[in-house]
Nanobody, 129 residues
Protein backbone atom coordinates (compact mmCIF):
# COMPACT_ATOMS: atom_id res chain seq x y z
CA UNK A 1 0.00 0.00 0.00
CA UNK A 2 1.38 3.37 -1.02
CA UNK A 3 1.43 5.94 1.75
CA UNK A 4 2.15 9.63 1.27
CA UNK A 5 2.69 12.19 4.02
CA UNK A 6 2.99 15.94 3.52
CA UNK A 7 4.72 18.41 5.81
CA UNK A 8 5.87 22.01 5.76
CA UNK A 9 2.65 23.96 5.49
CA UNK A 10 2.05 27.08 7.51
CA UNK A 11 1.25 30.77 7.44
CA UNK A 12 3.30 33.39 5.64
CA UNK A 13 2.90 36.93 4.39
CA UNK A 14 2.57 37.70 0.71
CA UNK A 15 5.94 37.60 -1.01
CA UNK A 16 7.28 35.03 1.41
CA UNK A 17 8.38 31.44 0.89
CA UNK A 18 7.51 27.98 2.13
CA UNK A 19 8.83 24.52 1.33
CA UNK A 20 6.52 21.54 1.34
CA UNK A 21 7.81 17.98 1.61
CA UNK A 22 6.18 14.68 0.74
CA UNK A 23 7.60 11.41 2.00
CA UNK A 24 6.28 8.13 0.73
CA UNK A 25 6.48 4.38 1.15
CA UNK A 26 5.10 1.26 -0.46
CA UNK A 27 5.83 2.13 -4.09
CA UNK A 28 6.26 -0.89 -6.33
CA UNK A 29 6.50 0.58 -9.86
CA UNK A 30 9.90 1.52 -11.22
CA UNK A 31 8.75 5.04 -12.15
CA UNK A 32 6.04 7.32 -10.87
CA UNK A 33 4.48 10.62 -11.55
CA UNK A 34 4.54 12.50 -8.26
CA UNK A 35 2.60 15.72 -8.03
CA UNK A 36 1.28 18.52 -5.88
CA UNK A 37 -2.35 19.54 -6.03
CA UNK A 38 -4.17 22.19 -4.06
CA UNK A 39 -7.76 22.72 -3.09
CA UNK A 40 -9.86 25.44 -1.55
CA UNK A 41 -13.32 24.81 -0.14
CA UNK A 42 -15.98 24.55 -2.81
CA UNK A 43 -13.55 24.11 -5.70
CA UNK A 44 -12.03 21.15 -7.50
CA UNK A 45 -8.56 19.95 -6.67
CA UNK A 46 -6.12 21.84 -8.93
CA UNK A 47 -2.80 20.54 -10.25
CA UNK A 48 0.14 22.71 -9.22
CA UNK A 49 3.30 20.85 -10.22
CA UNK A 50 4.42 17.37 -11.16
CA UNK A 51 7.62 15.42 -11.67
CA UNK A 52 8.19 12.16 -13.48
CA UNK A 53 10.73 10.08 -11.58
CA UNK A 54 11.78 8.25 -14.72
CA UNK A 55 13.58 11.22 -16.20
CA UNK A 56 13.12 14.13 -13.82
CA UNK A 57 10.79 15.96 -16.18
CA UNK A 58 8.90 18.69 -14.37
CA UNK A 59 5.60 20.37 -15.16
CA UNK A 60 3.84 23.40 -13.70
CA UNK A 61 0.47 25.06 -13.89
CA UNK A 62 0.52 28.53 -15.41
CA UNK A 63 -0.52 30.05 -12.07
CA UNK A 64 2.71 28.97 -10.32
CA UNK A 65 5.23 28.80 -13.17
CA UNK A 66 8.34 30.79 -12.29
CA UNK A 67 7.48 30.90 -8.57
CA UNK A 68 7.28 27.26 -7.51
CA UNK A 69 9.87 24.52 -7.99
CA UNK A 70 9.21 20.81 -7.65
CA UNK A 71 12.09 18.44 -7.03
CA UNK A 72 12.70 14.83 -6.14
CA UNK A 73 14.72 13.90 -3.08
CA UNK A 74 16.72 11.15 -4.77
CA UNK A 75 17.07 8.28 -4.38
CA UNK A 76 13.95 8.23 -2.24
CA UNK A 77 10.48 8.41 -3.70
CA UNK A 78 10.05 11.76 -2.00
CA UNK A 79 9.42 15.22 -3.39
CA UNK A 80 9.53 18.83 -2.30
CA UNK A 81 7.77 21.96 -3.48
CA UNK A 82 9.67 25.20 -2.99
CA UNK A 83 7.16 28.04 -3.09
CA UNK A 84 8.54 31.55 -3.52
CA UNK A 85 6.75 34.81 -4.15
CA UNK A 86 3.64 33.52 -2.45
CA UNK A 87 0.36 35.31 -3.10
CA UNK A 88 -2.89 35.29 -1.11
CA UNK A 89 -4.49 33.28 -3.94
CA UNK A 90 -2.02 30.47 -3.20
CA UNK A 91 -3.88 29.87 0.06
CA UNK A 92 -5.16 26.29 -0.02
CA UNK A 93 -4.71 22.80 1.30
CA UNK A 94 -1.85 21.20 -0.63
CA UNK A 95 -1.89 17.49 -1.38
CA UNK A 96 0.84 15.16 -2.53
CA UNK A 97 -0.19 12.54 -5.10
CA UNK A 98 1.44 9.72 -7.03
CA UNK A 99 0.60 7.27 -9.76
CA UNK A 100 2.82 4.46 -11.06
CA UNK A 101 3.96 3.98 -14.63
CA UNK A 102 2.52 7.32 -15.64
CA UNK A 103 4.35 10.26 -17.20
CA UNK A 104 2.23 13.03 -15.63
CA UNK A 105 0.97 14.84 -18.70
CA UNK A 106 -2.21 14.37 -20.69
CA UNK A 107 -3.05 16.63 -23.63
CA UNK A 108 -0.13 18.90 -22.75
CA UNK A 109 -1.19 19.55 -19.18
CA UNK A 110 -0.67 17.90 -15.82
CA UNK A 111 -3.28 15.17 -15.57
CA UNK A 112 -6.38 15.78 -13.49
CA UNK A 113 -6.69 14.55 -9.93
CA UNK A 114 -8.73 11.51 -11.00
CA UNK A 115 -5.65 10.13 -12.79
CA UNK A 116 -3.79 9.75 -9.49
CA UNK A 117 -4.52 6.83 -7.19
CA UNK A 118 -2.35 7.66 -4.19
CA UNK A 119 -2.91 10.69 -1.98
CA UNK A 120 -1.63 12.23 1.20
CA UNK A 121 -3.88 13.91 3.75
CA UNK A 122 -2.82 17.43 2.87
CA UNK A 123 -1.09 20.35 4.53
CA UNK A 124 -2.50 23.83 4.81
CA UNK A 125 -0.85 26.92 3.37
CA UNK A 126 -2.14 30.35 4.34
CA UNK A 127 -0.80 33.49 2.66
CA UNK A 128 -1.88 36.79 4.14
CA UNK A 129 -1.74 40.26 2.58
Amino acid sequence: VVQLAESGGGSVQAGGSLRLSCDSSGHTYRTYCMAWFRQVPGKDREAVAAIWTGGGNTYYSDSVKGRFTISQVAPRMAIQLQMDGLKPEDTATYFCASEGGFACVLNGEIAAARAFGNWGRGTQVIVSE
